[in-house]
């Protein structure tokens, strides 16, 4: 009777051909990737991801329509670009596709922004005028934030 083995354990196995040919593929399309999304500016590169490479068609995912309308008219010049770039020299067509909702969103979670000191003052003197009670406090409390995210960043 077999024994459960770990995932870790089946990926390494030795003579575990199809999961290596698949490891190799993944980590060379991933390659293609960062080479290809560096012909375009960096806003454009965040919103689509190499979906596959077949037949000497690139396959991009765009997530979402308006980022999908404004790569189609960059594809002549990306082409241009990726045949450039090692073993693409054969690439015929790019091919947009849009990646449906419930797929990850691509572009990366954004850092926090720091609120100016203006804003802040000018939150706070806005609250100061407003004679709606919730609304004059939650513009206190915004105002508020500039003050510990700037007494945090002293820490």
Wanted: charged share 25%; net charge positive.
């Amino acid at each position: 009777m077999n024994t459960p083995r770990t995932l870790n354990k089946l990926i390494h196995a030795s003579g575990n051909d199809t999961l290596d040919r698949l490891l190799l593929r993944g980590k060379q399309l991933l390659q293609i990737e960062h080479r290809v999304l560096a012909c375009l500016d960096i806003e454009a590169a965040t919103h689509c991801r190499l979906l596959n490479l077949r037949d000497g068609e690139l396959i991009l995912g765009v997530d979402s329509p308006a980022w999908s309308s404004r790569l189609r008219y960059q594809i002549p010049s990306l082409l241009d670009c990726a045949r450039r770039l090692e073993g693409l020299a054969g690439l015929k067509a790019i091919q947009l596709k849009l990646l449906p909702k419930s797929e990850i969103p691509l572009t990366p979670p954004r850092e926090n922004m720091q609120m100016s000191r203006e804003s802040a003052l000018t939150l706070q003197s806005c609250a100061q005028h407003i004679s709606h009670p919730p609304l004059r406090v939650a513009l206190e409390a915004l105002a508020a934030r500039r003050k510990q995210d700037g007494d945090e960043k002293k820490s």
